[in-house]
Each structure stands twice: as structure tokens, then as C-alpha cells.
């Protein structure tokens, strides 16, 4: 534990760390406000199917509404930002030259390696809550609650969910992005532990999360069917936590993948980091 | 020339007909016009319960107010979505002076229903058609089919109870048969593009506690 509040105080010590904090503090603060200036224009673009045939009234643009919709928008771009401390947590040491000193410590190569990859979980669920928060509290002081209206753009159908049931869903949907994106900060910490240099394990991380989306997404018959062996594919499970009724063995479903992959990519990243040659 | 004679009786025969049939369609909207003169507003609490499979919401709930000719608003506690056309009861919704009418199904004595087209003049509502089912005894609209050129179609099938002296809906149940995606929406990668389905539900509005002709201010309806 104490390796971890090390590890941790570290981390949260580099300027690097923060740099994700303020990008998502910039789009989201400037987002909503201009939201909040042009809401009848998004109110338009979002509703303009349903306009046709139907009168809309209530607080539809409220604060829950702009936060999935600014999670819905940002999902693909969050990752980038977890690999810029996941990916540096084991080759950062490499670069600055402090391994030997490092491992010649008391604690196993294991508790070391275990603790960067605990701060990398910390800072991934900091980030994300952090997201997610500011997206919610910002988004209710200027915009209100209400229902929350979940609506894919351009398709003839909504999903609501009364004001009561919103917090709830909510949160299940934070805990959700949380857990998807720890499997980004696992592959982006096992790329770490096979670099000696921070810019390798990010751009890796990234080409890999980039190439697993175009594949998932791609309509053709080949990459539907290798899509359910993308970890990509199931990262989406956050937008599930506002299904009616919430698809419960979809989400564990997903949860187990994800986990799995979390383990898996653990696991090789200590068995080489044990193995680590650190005298040439 | 009695070749000719003949053609030019059999047209003006039948020229006359449907002229007459027109004029026939007109005095059943003139009906329903009279019937409902001493409407003059009205509020009403409304249910609308939707059963379309891309639709997942609760029933919602909200005050309706309809003030003659064409004032209407809701007022709700949370988001509510209300049918534009068929979903509320307005009898001076196809005046005629507003329309073109058109008796579709000519109605024989013996029967109780008859069929008219209405092609709206208005610029708002050009590309629309309705076509109503009128009860010739009780001078009701109990159908409105209605289709739009963009390919929407809408059915509303309306049950009326007593309220005062007024015949009201208690029950509208509308049939929606609309595209899934929106026509101005491209998506895919062209020659993959799934081709667009259409969407299929009832929506059955209830309303209910009606407070007829008690005098709603303007106000009410430029409120936000």
C-alpha cells in the first residue's frame, strides 16, 4: 500500500499528469457554455425528426442531457489522455535513468510493478471521474435537471428515463467508463514495461485502440465477424447504463471481457518486467 | 354526331355528379363546423402511452389547453412528447376555406360513413393529405388518415364521450408508419449504407377530466 501512495504521489507530482485533467477541463467548460448559448440550435439538430410529428415540451436540453452527450462525443478521445500516464509509468523510469536504483530496493520487482499498475487504475478512474463529474455538475448548474432523453442522431427513436431513475443510471455509466478504460491503461502499462522510452507505449496504445475501432466499425462482413475479439467492442458499455430495460448480461458480459483483459495484460507486462534485464 | 352527343351527355352527367358529391363533402364539414360552434376552449388531462419498439418511455402526462380556432398548448412536469397531427381535437381543423375537399366514397342513403380527401391550401401544410371517416349520423370525424410527401404516414382512429353537451375524444389511437432514419441524414460508407426501414407503432393518447368553454385567457398560450 505504501508502494502505492509512492507510486501514486509520484505520478500526481509530474506536470504531465495534469495535462489531461485541463484538456478535458478546456472542452468541457467551453463546450457547455457555448451549448448553453446555442441550445436552441442543438435542440434543433438533436430533435428535428421528432419535430415533424411531434410537439416537445419539458427540459429536454438539461444537465444530464448534455453529459452523455459530451461523453458520447469524447469517448474516443479519452483514451489518448490515460495513455499519457499509463504509458509512461515503467518506461518514465527507464528514461530518467532511476531503474537500477529502483529495483535494488527491498520490495520484489512484483510489488513494484503492482503498485505503478494500481496508480495506473487510480489516475485512469481519477480522469474519468473527473470527466464525468464535471460534465454533471457543470452541466446541472447551467442547463437544469429533468428526464433524460437518450436519442442516436439521425434515427427515429428515443429512450427516456424519468428524472428519479437519472443519478443512478448515471453513475452506473461513470463506473462503466471507468472500467472500460482501465483496459486502455493495461495495454498502454504492458507496452510501457517493454519500452525504455514514454512516446513509444503512448502512440502504440493509441494505433492499437484506433485500428481495433476502424476494424469494429467497418461494415463489412469479415470485421463483423472478428469484432467480437476486439476489446474495442465492448469498451462501449457505459451507453447500455441508459437501456430500457438495462441489458444487465450484456454489461456483465462486457465487464468479464474487459476484466479478463485487464488480467491478461497485467499479468505478461510483471512476467516481463520480472524478467527485465536491467545490468546491460 | 349522336356518337358524339352521347359522350358529351355521359360527361356532363358525370361532371354534374361529382360536382354534386363535392358540394355533399363540404356540407359535412360545414357540419362538424356548426356542431362545434359553441366550443370555444377547452383543457383536458392527457396520457399518451407509446407502443413503437424504437420508443422505450413511460407513459407521459401533461395538461392539454385548445382554445377555438387553433390555440393550443401542453404543459408538463417533465419531457413530453405530443403528436402534432391527430393527437388533439380541434373541429376547425379543416375549415373550407383553409382545404380543398373531395368526396372519395360516394355515401349511399343506408350508409353511416362516408369518405372525404382534404388537401390542405395553407403553405404550412402543403405536401400533406388527410383523408377523414365522417359518421353521417352523429356528425363525428372518426378516422383521420393522414400522409406526407416525404413518405409519413399517420392513421388516427378517435373514440368520443360525452362531456357536456360536447362529443370529445376519450380515446385517440394513432397507427405511425414513418421512415427510421431522416432523409437529410447520410451515413455509412455509400455502397454499404443499410437501406433505410421504416417505423411502425400506436400511440393511444387518453384524456380525461374535461373543463369545457371556461374562458381561457390568450395568455395561457404565448406563455413559455
Request: with cysteine; net charge positive; proline share 4%.
Amino acid at each position: 500500500m505504501r508502494l502505492f501512495w509512492f507510486e501514486t504521489y509520484k505520478a500526481f507530482s509530474r506536470w504531465r499528469t495534469y495535462i489531461s485533467f485541463s484538456a478535458i477541463a478546456i472542452v468541457v467548460i467551453v463546450s457547455e457554455i457555448v451549448m448553453k448559448v446555442s441550445a436552441s440550435e442543438i435542440l434543433f439538430r438533436m430533435m428535428k425528426m421528432f419535430q415533424k410529428d411531434f410537439l416537445i415540451s419539458g427540459n429536454v436540453l438539461n444537465g444530464w442531457f448534455i453529459t452523455g452527450f459530451i461523453m458520447n462525443s469524447l469517448h474516443i478521445h479519452i483514451p489518448f489522455l490515460i495513455t499519457l500516464v499509463a504509458g509512461d509509468m515503467v518506461s518514465g523510469v527507464a528514461t530518467s535513468g532511476t531503474v537500477r536504483l529502483l529495483l535494488i530496493r527491498p520490495p520484489s520487482r512484483s510489488r513494484i510493478i503492482t503498485a505503478k499498475y494500481l496508480t495506473a487504475l487510480f489516475y485512469t478512474a481519477a480522469l474519468v471521474l473527473f470527466f464525468s463529474l464535471l460534465c454533471a455538475l457543470l452541466g446541472i448548474a447551467l442547463f437544469g435537471t429533468g428526464d433524460l432523453i437518450v436519442h442516436h442522431y439521425g434515427k427515429y427513436g428515443i429512450v427516456l428515463i424519468p428524472e428519479g431513475q437519472v443519478p443512478l443510471r448515471m453513475l452506473l455509466a461513470f463506473a462503466a467508463a471507468i472500467w472500460s478504460m482501465t483496459v486502455v491503461a493495461s495495454l498502454a502499462f504492458l507496452f510501457s514495461a517493454l519500452a525504455e522510452n514514454s512516446i513509444g507505449p503512448i502512440i502504440g496504445s493509441m494505433a492499437v485502440v484506433i485500428i481495433f475501432l476502424v476494424f469494429g466499425n467497418l461494415p463489412l462482413d469479415f470485421f463483423r465477424d472478428l469484432s467480437p475479439y476486439l476489446f474495442t467492442s465492448y469498451m462501449n458499455l457505459w451507453q447500455r447504463a441508459f437501456d430500457v430495460p438495462i441489458p444487465w448480461a450484456s454489461i456483465a458480459k462486457s465487464a468479464i471481457i474487459l476484466g479478463l483483459h485487464n488480467i491478461g495484460l497485467f499479468w505478461v507486462a510483471m512476467i516481463i518486467y520480472r524478467r527485465k534485464d536491467i545490468k546491460s | 354526331m349522336k356518337k358524339t352527343f352521347v359522350l358529351l351527355f355521359t360527361l356532363f352527367s358525370l361532371c354534374s355528379q361529382w360536382v354534386r358529391a363535392d358540394e355533399e363533402a363540404v356540407r359535412y364539414l360545414d357540419a362538424i363546423e356548426k356542431k362545434y360552434s359553441e366550443l370555444k376552449d377547452y383543457t383536458a388531462d392527457v396520457n399518451v402511452h407509446f407502443d413503437i419498439e424504437t420508443f422505450k418511455t413511460p407513459d407521459m402526462k401533461a395538461k392539454l389547453y385548445f382554445k377555438a380556432p387553433d390555440k393550443m398548448k401542453v404543459e408538463s412536469k417533465g419531457v413530453f412528447f405530443f403528436p402534432r397531427e391527430g393527437g388533439f381535437f380541434n373541429p376547425a381543423l379543416f375549415r373550407r376555406d383553409d382545404v380543398e375537399i373531395k368526396m372519395l366514397e360516394l355515401a349511399a342513403e343506408r350508409k353511416e360513413e362516408v369518405k372525404l380527401k382534404i388537401v390542405p391550401k395553407k403553405k404550412e401544410k402543403v405536401g400533406r393529405e388527410f383523408v377523414l371517416l365522417i359518421d353521417r349520423n352523429d356528425t363525428l370525424i372518426k378516422q383521420i388518415y393522414m400522409s406526407q410527401f416525404d413518405g409519413r404516414e399517420t392513421k388516427a382512429k378517435i373514440e368520443y364521450g360525452k362531456y357536456g353537451s360536447f362529443d370529445l375524444p376519450r380515446v385517440i389511437l394513432l397507427t405511425l408508419d414513418v421512415p427510421s432514419m431522416d432523409p437529410g441524414e447520410k451515413r455509412g460508407l455509400g455502397p454499404f449504407e443499410q437501406k433505410s426501414e421504416r417505423i411502425t407503432g400506436t400511440i393511444e393518447i387518453t384524456y380525461a377530466n374535461y373543463k369545457v368553454n371556461t374562458g381561457l385567457k390568450d395568455e395561457i398560450f404565448t406563455q413559455k
